[in-house]
């Protein structure tokens, strides 16, 4: 049985939770202060925490930075009357899980505490120090199943030797994921070395991989060390590799086959020990059917392969993403904003974001930078934004009673059945999907 911790100031409205919630098959430790809470959690072990944001000692995200201190893979969620756009987020950044609106369907608190369980048991069976490393890596943490696969895959290939191939559309993360891939891997305190193929002219490819000795060609002033030579030991990460001329192709090959490289203009082979890890935007098998791209060479880079999702695939992360480029635009800019408004969120969710998570980036660092309130509003948006209209989203303004059903019974069948993601399609709160299921008399 799962063990919780409720904190809520209100003895009458705390004693109704603990029973509903025992009466699922939860153990309920309640605690009335923030003082009392903290002892209990250096005493006990806990599976989740449920906290009130206002108490007589201090507020929900005290006891919130308290219990990570103590232990960072407790989920917690926050009860709220006071759901104000700045609240959410800085719960969010501190680390909480969700937070939920007073007053709350029962089914909905069943929802998200069995979310958040689900979580803590995907941690659990996750290895501390790879969570440390994704973090180093840059990388967000999603909670859509496409970021879930693709992290997976992360996991699963990183330990290994094998060559990956990382595809998927311009903007999405593939050199973030070639980075967390050897972070996680045995070569992480050796030299990852990443390399734009498309920016290499084919008159110099040779010098630039392999390396040069001075004077052996017109402009070869020094020596030079090459991209392989860099990275021994460590992990090589070729991107847009399909922009490899033919004769670069067969001298990536033969490095690989023979692990060995002579540099321009020298007698002497050079042992290397590499990882290689390439990736591309286009459809390498096309260009190998098509014969502009090596078939061997293909194969060689193909032991393992990872498509990054884009975007569009993965909007259950988007907030995610939003939240960690606004804290890295704060940085950057010397800003603070909090957050964003509403119709922010709700325009971002709409938007097909062709540009993907460099897109995102770009728009909210403008944003951070043009914003005169600690809330980035919609007026600081693109106008591609502030214009778009999802075709493909479920609308979010109800025109007819009739319609309004029809949308909200579509949205369920899309998330399938999970109100939380079905209230995220809509654009609207969990509360107010509950409280729409019971005036639609829909179960």
């Known amino acids: 049985m799962k063990n919780i911790l409720l904190v809520e100031d209100d003895v009458t409205f705390s004693n109704m939770l603990k029973h509903f919630l025992e009466r699922h098959k939860y153990v309920v430790e309640v605690s009335y202060t923030i003082k009392n809470a903290s ?5 006990n072990s806990y599976n989740l925490i449920f906290t009130d944001l206002r108490l007589p000692d201090g507020n929900g995200i005290d006891l919130l930075k308290q219990s990570k201190n103590t232990d960072s893979d407790i989920p917690v969620v926050l009860m709220t009357s006071y759901a104000e756009v700045s609240t959410a987020v800085q719960a969010m950044k501190q680390g909480a899980f969700d ?27 996750e290895p501390k120090k790879e969570d440390k490393k994704v973090s180093n890596s840059h990388i967000v943490t999603g909670i859509s199943a496409a970021s879930k696969s693709l992290y997976e895959h992360i996991h699963l290939v990183a330990p290994t030797d094998m060559s990956v191939l990382i595809t998927g559309e311009s903007g999405t993360g593939k050199e973030v994921v070639a980075s967390t891939i050897h972070t996680q891997s045995l070569r992480k305190d050796k030299p990852f070395i990443a390399v734009d193929c498309g920016a290499i002219p084919k008159e110099i490819a040779s ?19 090459g991209h392989f030579e860099a990275a021994n030991g460590g992990t090589l990460f070729l991107d847009e590799v399909g922009n490899l001329n033919y004769e670069s192709q067969v001298q990536l090959l033969r490095a690989l086959q023979e692990r060995k490289i002579k540099p321009v203009g020298s007698s002497k082979e050079i042992m290397v020990d590499i990882r290689l890890i390439t990736a591309t935007n286009e459809d390498l098998l096309s260009a190998v059917e098509k014969g502009n791209f090596r078939e061997d060479l ?21 907030i995610l993403y939003a939240d960690f480029f606004l804290e890295k635009a704060n940085k950057q ?17 709409q938007y097909n974001w062709p540009g993907n998570l460099r897109e995102l980036s770009n728009v909210i660092k403008r944003a951070t930078l043009l914003s005169q309130t600690e809330i ?68």
């Open 298 to 318: 293909y194969h060689r880079l193909n032991e393992f392969s990872i498509k990054v999702p884009n975007l569009n695939d993965r909007k259950d992360d988007l």
């Open 207 to 225: 010098s630039e991989f392999f390396g040069h000795q001075k004077g052996s060609f017109t402009g070869a002033i020094n020596d030079k060390i």
């Open 333 to 349: 800019l010397n800003k603070s904003i909090v957050g964003f408004s509403h119709e922010v969120l709700t325009l971002f969710q």
């Open 376 to 443: 980035i509003e919609k007026e600081v948006l693109p106008e591609e934004l502030k214009n778009t209209e999802d075709q493909y989203s479920i609308p979010n303004e109800f025109s007819t009673k009739e319609n309004e059903k029809k949308l909200i019974i579509r949205a369920l069948h899309e998330a399938k059945n999970n109100k939380t993601k079905a209230a995220k399609l809509l654009n609207i709160t969990r509360k107010t999907l509950y409280n729409k299921l019971k005036e639609h008399n829909i179960s």
């Open 39 to 43: 002892t209990l959690l250096k005493e």
């Open 99 to 125: 937070y939920i609106s007073k007053p709350f369907n029962p089914d909905e608190v069943l929802e998200v505490i069995n979310n958040a369980l689900e979580v803590k048991t995907e941690q659990i069976t």
